[in-house]
C-alpha cells in the first residue's frame, strides 16, 4: 500500500466515526508526506490543523494507522508552508493587517491607534475616560496631573495614547512625549553613565504633554525619581500637562518618595476596573467593526463569558479565530472555537495557590517574599503580611495555624488579629479596599 492509498484509508475510517463539518475542517488538504522507518510525516494546512489534529485525533490517527500497517510506530505533523505562506497568499496578508497597529509616530511615540473613537465606555471606567477627555480637551487647565490605575490589559496605555493623539490633532503647535517609566528609567541610566544627564533632561523641558506609563517602575529607584521629580516641577510650573499610569494607586506604590507621591496625588487619580459583560460584548462587536468581519453571536457570547480579566487577551481570543477564518476560509464553529481558545479560557478556571497569593502581594507591595516570614515591624512589611494571611484565609479559607507556620511560624493568634485588623480597615479606608482588589486582579491574571 502506498503512501496515498494508506491515507486514504485512514480518512475513510476517521470519516465514518466524524461529522461532515469536522471532516472537512481538520482533514481537508491533509496527506502522508513521507516515512521514515516506522514514522510517518502528515502534510497539514496550517497551524490550527496541526495543533487540533496532535491534540484530538492523534491517538486515533496512530491506532488506525498501526492497524493497517503494524510497523508504524508514530506519527508526526508538519504545516506545509506553500499552503500558508502569507508572501503566496496577499489576501490574506492584506485583511490581517486591518489588526495590526500602525507605525508609530517617531517623535511623540504615540501609536494613531489609540483614540477617543475606538475606546469602548463603560461603567468600569467612565470616570477615567471622562477625565481624560477633559484633559485632551484642556490640556494644562484641568486634572494636572491626571493619574490613571488599573490591573494588567484594561485600556490604560489605549486611554494615556488617546488624550496625546487627541492634543495632537487639536492642539498642532504643542510638543506630545508618551515614554513608558521602565524607557525613561533606563534613558537616565544612560545618560549617566555617559555624563549626559542635562541633555537628557531638557529633552523634556519643552514638551507640553508629558505621558509616562507604567510609573510605579520607578519604585526603588531614587536617582531616577530625583531627576523626574525636577522634570515634574518644571512643566507643572509651566501648567504643561502630565498625566501617568500606574498598576495600582499611589500611595501602593512602594518606595516612592514622599514628595514624588504627593505630586502625584495633587491632581485627579482615577481607577479603570474589571469591564462588565455588556462592555466585553461592545469591545467585541466594535473590533469586528473596524476588521470588517463577522463571528457568530454564540462564539462571542462564549468569548465575552470566559475572557473576563483583560481586554487585551479579550482582543487576542478575536484575532486568533479571525486568522483562523482567513486561513480556512470558513468560520468555526462553537466547538472549534472552544479548542483554538483554551488558552485563554484556561486561566479562569486555573486554582490559586498559597504560592501565588504570598508572591503576588509581595510584588504589589514591592518587597521580598522573605521579608514576609522575617521577624520585622516596619510598616512596609507589617501591611504586606497582614494582607497576604487575610487572602490566604479569605480566598482558600486557610486556617488559622497553617497560614502561622506559613509566615515564619507565627502563632494562630497572631493570623486572627491580622485578619481582623484587614477587615476593620476595609470598612474605613477606601484605599485598602481598591488595593486588594488590584491585588485579586493580579492573582486571577497570573
Request: hydrophobic content about 35%; overall charge negative.
Amino acid at each position: 500500500m502506498n503512501k496515498e492509498e494508506l491515507w486514504e484509508a485512514v480518512l475513510a475510517q476517521i470519516q465514518f466515526n466524524t461529522s461532515p463539518a469536522n471532516f472537512a475542517t481538520w482533514f481537508k488538504k491533509t496527506k502522508i508526506s513521507s516515512r521514515e522507518d516506522d514514522q510517518l510525516t502528515v502534510s497539514v494546512p496550517n497551524n490550527f490543523t496541526k495543533e487540533w489534529l496532535e491534540n484530538k485525533y492523534h491517538k486515533k490517527i496512530l491506532k488506525i494507522l498501526h492497524n493497517l500497517d503494524p510497523d508504524i510506530k508514530d506519527v508526526d505533523y508538519k504545516v506545509d508552508s506553500s499552503e500558508t505562506s502569507q508572501a503566496s497568499n496577499p489576501s490574506v496578508k492584506e485583511e490581517q493587517l486591518k489588526f495590526d497597529d500602525f507605525d508609530l509616530d517617531k517623535e511623540t511615540n504615540l501609536n494613531p491607534r489609540y483614540t477617543f473613537e475606538n475606546f469602548v465606555v463603560g461603567s468600569f471606567n467612565e470616570l477615567s475616560h471622562a477625565g481624560a477627555w477633559a484633559v485632551a480637551k484642556e490640556p494644562g487647565s484641568v486634572y494636572n496631573p491626571l493619574f490613571i490605575y488599573g490591573g494588567v490589559g484594561l485600556g490604560k496605555t489605549h486611554l494615556l495614547q488617546a488624550i496625546g493623539n487627541r492634543v495632537g490633532e487639536d492642539f498642532e503647535d504643542k510638543k506630545i512625549k508618551y515614554i513608558s517609566a521602565e524607557k525613561f528609567t533606563s534613558g537616565v541610566v544612560s545618560s549617566i553613565k555617559n555624563q549626559k544627564i542635562q541633555e537628557f533632561k531638557s529633552n523634556f523641558k519643552d514638551v507640553d504633554t508629558l505621558i509616562i506609563d507604567d510609573i510605579q517602575f520607578l519604585s526603588g529607584k531614587e536617582k531616577t525619581q530625583e531627576e523626574f521629580f525636577h522634570i515634574f516641577n518644571v512643566l507643572y510650573e509651566k501648567d504643561n500637562q502630565i498625566v501617568l499610569s500606574s498598576d495600582r494607586p499611589p500611595k501602593a506604590i512602594s518606595s516612592l518618595k514622599d514628595r514624588l507621591r504627593s505630586r502625584f496625588e495633587g491632581g485627579m487619580i482615577t481607577d479603570i476596573s474589571l469591564p462588565d459583560y455588556e462592555t466585553r460584548m461592545a469591545i467585541l462587536e466594535l473590533k469586528m467593526k473596524e476588521g470588517e468581519i463577522t463571528i457568530p453571536d454564540k462564539i462571542l457570547d462564549y468569548i465575552a463569558s470566559n475572557v473576563k480579566d483583560n481586554i487585551r487577551e479579550l482582543e487576542g481570543a478575536l484575532n486568533k479565530l479571525v486568522a483562523y477564518k482567513k486561513l480556512n476560509n470558513e468560520t468555526p464553529d462553537l466547538e472549534v472555537a472552544k479548542s483554538l481558545l483554551k488558552n485563554f479560557t484556561y486561566s479562569s478556571k486555573k486554582p490559586i495557590n498559597p504560592e501565588q497569593i504570598v508572591e503576588t502581594v509581595a510584588d504589589f507591595y514591592g518587597i521580598d517574599e522573605e521579608k514576609l516570614s522575617s521577624s520585622s515591624r516596619k510598616r512596609e512589611v507589617v501591611k504586606p503580611r497582614q494582607v497576604a494571611m487575610y487572602l490566604l484565609r479569605e480566598k482558600l479559607d486557610n486556617s488559622y495555624p497553617s497560614i502561622g507556620d506559613r509566615f515564619g511560624g507565627r502563632d494562630h493568634t497572631t493570623v486572627i488579629y491580622a485578619c481582623e485588623k484587614i477587615e476593620e480597615k476595609l470598612g474605613k479606608e477606601d484605599g485598602l479596599s481598591e488595593e486588594i482588589d488590584l491585588i485579586n486582579q493580579k492573582i486571577q491574571n497570573n
